[in-house]
Nanobody
Framework: QLQLVESGGGLVQVGVSLRLSCAASGRTFTSYVMGWFRQAPGKERELVAT????????TYIASVKGRFVISRDNVKQSVYLQMNSLKPGDTGVYYC????????????WGQGTQVTVSS
């Protein structure tokens, strides 16, 4: 089993930056593609960004492209989400999750960290 623990959320003003971290332990971190999801109140959870096992391939939803950067450190067994130029629409609970490269199902999840962007 892979344990995931997020940190770095908080209450911030529009336009500032925030960096989320997700520390992994347990199974081999380098076996997993990592993703950041978010869920806003009353909305479905959405996949915000993904990063490949090696870290050389990333994907983003359109609303965060150019503002968010996902990265990973396989030595530290961590994945990060650098969020810049934050908007109120970025408010939500952010989760990191993992999946095997050959699958589409994310099977391990962190507990989430709240990000609130105030205008």
């Amino acid at each position: 089993q892979l344990q995931l623990v997020e940190s770095g959320g908080g209450l911030v003003q529009v336009g500032v930056s925030l960096r989320l971290s997700c520390a992994a332990s347990g199974r081999t971190f380098t076996s997993y593609v990592m993703g950041w999801f978010r869920q806003a109140p009353g909305k479905e959870r959405e996949l915000v960004a993904t990063i490949s096992v090696s870290g050389d391939a990333t994907t983003y939803i359109a609303s965060v492209k150019g503002r968010f950067v996902i990265s990973r450190d396989n030595v530290k067994q961590s994945v990060y989400l650098q969020m810049n130029s934050l908007k109120p629409g970025d408010t939500g609970v952010y989760y990191c999750a993992s999946r095997r490269p050959a699958t589409t199902k994310y099977d391990y999840w962190g507990q989430g960290t709240q990000v609130t962007v105030s205008s």
